[in-house]
């Protein structure tokens, strides 16, 4: 007899541990357990989907003939080897199967353990570690897009022979349409909480109620047969328009035409492969565009592959990465959203009450804002890892260490993302609305983005004016003239001071 854990982000019945395992005589164990509930303070919806998820998936696992020894919060077990040795002992054997946690800090807890395990890959993923090492290795630069090229034809994704489908690899061009005046998708299917789930989110509240984030209305689907309703739910409305307004934000409209699957995707509800056949068979009926397809599929055969890839490729350290030494403490508002940036406020406002926001609002929003007033990357990292429902470090720490604060030296991005108020202006209905004015540059009102915008490239400047996707910004600065240099250096100066 031999003991299987599945974590809580391991709720796929084809998981390589129970591949590995016997129903007729091994035990699963799973555990809800305070450090891993407390290891960042979570959302308390990414807590209550987690729990809520384990508890469906455990009965699942029961009427598949699994005995499972399922230990609650409420039995008061602290981590997931101390949850280990315990069933050892009760059960009489030291021999553990496990599929490899998408984080190392677990993985090291797990080979730590006086106990003999086993870990095997996690195979949920469209390339093993060997593959995309493979890939990287003697590369100079690790782009995405050539990656992502490889999986496609590996795995025949949009292709029409050996030619990517359409003539091009990328649609991304026509992927950059701004906010419209109304939407209509319905948004994320919405799931009403049964007894099981009540259960769970009256102890949620109970003992995580005072974190940041609304636990109720809690909408999120809790097993795998709910989370195909999602996608289905999105496939046939939303991807349509997935691709023109993929980088569209708007105040009242949280989830636009975004499929909202990653905590699904993440959690092992659902699998990348099935996503992306539903969505290209969504392509060949006709019901939705290539560039809206290849858009979506290019997200999670390309940049969610590649982000594990780089985590994993880059070691434990990667989440301490500092490239540009930056120190400033969080501001007070990522939790409290009490700022006059409206962007920043609603953002910080939809990550409360929903536990997410889509890509752009992490980027170009919040991410934005914590690159240009040179934030900690570290306590960056921590607060995206709480907040998201999606979160967990594997495809967090590359999305907020390298994507967003350019903390990697440039392994995931060759340039920073940073933008003036201008882009968030185009892309957005916020600035129409915001007590700060996204066309004033210097005095009176001017956005924070556009001062905290220059004051980036002019303190960075040694190590960016020679990247030739930059030039073109230290020209603009420097044909600026001199007195509104000083000006804008003094006010975001004074702006900083503030946080
Ligand atoms: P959609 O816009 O509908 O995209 C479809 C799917 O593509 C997503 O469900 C997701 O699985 C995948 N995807 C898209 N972009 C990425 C990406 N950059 N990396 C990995 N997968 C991607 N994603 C997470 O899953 N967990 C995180 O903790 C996370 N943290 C992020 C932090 C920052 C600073 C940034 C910029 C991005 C982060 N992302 C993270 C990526 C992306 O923002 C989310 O995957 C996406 O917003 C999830 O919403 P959705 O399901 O509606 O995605
Ligand atoms: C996110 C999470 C939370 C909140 N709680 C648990 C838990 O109590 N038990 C468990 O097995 N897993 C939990 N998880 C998911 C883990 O944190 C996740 O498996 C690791 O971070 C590795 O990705
Ligand atoms: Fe954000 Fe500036 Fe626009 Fe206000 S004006 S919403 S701070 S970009």
Redesign the pocket.
Same mark, same amino acid.
């Given at each position: 007899m031999r003991l299987i854990l599945v974590l809580g982000d391991q709720l796929t019945d084809t998981i390589a541990a129970l591949r590995e395992g016997d129903p007729a005589k091994d035990v699963v164990v799973m555990a809800e357990v305070a450090d891993e509930a407390a290891y960042v303070p979570h959302h308390p919806k990414k807590i209550a989907f987690c729990f809520a998820a384990m508890r469906h998936f455990a009965e699942e696992l029961r009427a598949d003939g699994w005995t499972v020894d399922y230990a609650k919060l409420t039995d008061g077990l602290k981590s997931v080897p101390e949850a280990l040795v315990a069933a050892s002992e009760r059960h009489g054997t030291t021999e553990i199967i496990a599929t490899r946690p998408g984080e190392w800090r677990l993985i090291g807890a797990l080979e730590g353990l006086p106990l003999s395990v086993m870990l095997l890959e996690d195979d949920r993923f469209v390339a093993s570690h060997a593959e995309f090492d493979a890939w990287a290795e003697g590369r100079k630069e690790l782009r995405m897009e050539y990656f992502y090229r490889e999986m496609r034809r590996k795995n025949g994704f949009l292709m029409d022979g050996d030619k990517p489908e359409g003539g091009k690899w990328n649609f991304d061009h026509n992927n950059r349409k701004s906010a419209p005046a109304s939407v209509d998708f319905s948004g994320?299917m919405k799931f009403h909480p049964d007894d099981a789930t009540e259960e769970v989110l009256e102890l949620v509240q109970d003992r995580f109620g005072d974190n940041f984030g609304e636990l109720r209305p809690f909408w999120f689907a809790v097993t795998r047969a709910d989370a195909r309703r999602a996608l289905a739910h999105?496939i046939s409305g939303?991807l349509e328009k %997935?691709g023109d307004f993929?980088d569209a934000m708007m105040a009242e409209e949280r %989830?636009l035409? /975004?499929? @909202?699957?990653? !905590? *699904?995707?993440?959690a092992g509800l659902l699998d990348?492969i099935e996503?992306c056949e539903a969505a290209e068979t969504a392509y060949r009926d006709g019901a939705a565009p290539i560039n809206a397809v290849e858009g %979506?599929i290019r997200?999670?055969i390309g940049? &969610?592959?590649? !982000? &594990?890839g780089i985590y994993f490729r880059e070691g434990p350290d990667y989440v301490q990465r500092n490239s540009l030494d930056h120190r400033r403490k969080l501001p007070a508002f990522f939790w409290t959203g009490e700022t006059g940036m409206r962007c920043v406020a609603k953002a910080v406002e939809q990550t409360r009450d929903e536990a997410? +926001? /889509?890509?752009?609002? &992490?980027? !170009?929003v919040?991410?934005n804002f914590a690159l240009l007033a040179g934030i900690d990357p570290f306590e960056?990292h921590e607060w995206?890892?709480a907040v998201?429902a999606? +979160? *967990?470090?594997w @495809?967090? +720490?590359?999305?907020?260490i390298g !994507?967003?604060?350019f903390a990697d030296g440039g392994i995931v991005g060759s340039k920073p993302?940073v933008s003036s108020g201008n882009y968030i202006d185009r892309m957005s209905d916020y600035c129409s609305d915001c007590e700060y004015s996204v066309k004033t540059k210097v005095g009176d009102g001017a956005c924070p983005f556009n001062l905290l915008y220059w004051e980036f490239l002019n303190r960075h400047r040694t190590r960016f004016e020679k990247n030739p996707r930059m030039a073109q910004m230290y020209r603009t600065w420097d044909r600026m003239d001199e007195g509104k240099r000083a000006r804008i250096l003094e006010e975001a100066g004074t702006f900083l001071e503030t946080l």
């Open positions: 994320p999105f939303g %997935f993929q %989830f035409w /975004h499929s @909202v699957l990653s !905590m *699904y995707l993440n990348p996503i %979506f997200q999670i940049w &969610r592959e590649y !982000m &594990r997410y +926001a /889509h890509h752009i609002q &992490r980027l !170009m919040t991410g960056v995206y890892l998201y999606d +979160a *967990y470090e @495809v967090e +720490a590359p999305n907020v !994507m967003s604060q993302y």
